[in-house]
């Protein structure tokens, strides 16, 4: 009869004990347990002519830990307009779960309006999964000056724009 452990997965969980002489009866006191905790069984075995023995153990259900999968928390580069731009873990996320942005500075957000490099951090916490942290980066850019060139030749933006390369361009 030794002590065992499970791991939660909804179902009724038992002990027992092995070896028992077949004109003996054991009966069980704390068997059969379902929750997550650690539980005390007791087995009493009886058998006529013999001295009754009393032994216990323990049941122990664990949490289980899943890992997420699936999500992402991406770069994204905004050409400042004055409205508010944010990043966010995107993904199969299970119900109940919670994410805590923080930014390089402490600010617990991730939308900022501001020209700026922001690095944010995102943690990903859910009940029965193991907590993750990821990083990401929202940049704000100005938006570039648009001149002609002494052939009258324009710049186009597009909606790709990527400003270093733009620069570099130039």
Do not use: M, R, W
Request: aromatic share 14%.
């Amino acid at each position: 009869f030794n002590d065992q452990e499970f791991i939660y997965d909804g179902e009724v969980h038992s002990i027992y004990v092995t070896n028992v002489p077949s004109f003996a009866t054991v009966t069980y006191q704390g068997n059969e347990q379902k929750e997550i905790g650690t539980y005390t069984v007791v087995a009493t075995i009886e058998a006529d002519g013999y001295e009754t023995y009393i032994i216990s153990a323990s049941i122990t259900i664990i949490p289980p830990s899943y890992q997420f999968e699936n999500i992402e928390f991406n770069d994204q580069e905004f050409i400042y307009d004055g409205e508010f731009h944010s990043i966010v873990v995107e993904g199969e996320l299970p119900e109940g779960t919670t994410i805590t942005y923080k930014t390089n500075n402490n600010v617990n957000t991730n939308s900022f309006k501001e020209v700026g490099i922001y690095y944010i951090t995102a943690t990903v916490e859910c009940e029965f999964y193991t907590t993750i942290t990821l990083t990401a980066t929202l940049k704000i850019i100005e938006l570039p000056i648009i001149t002609t060139d002494s052939n009258k030749e324009e710049f186009i933006i597009t909606e790709d724009l990527n400003y270093d390369t733009f620069l570099t361009e130039l």
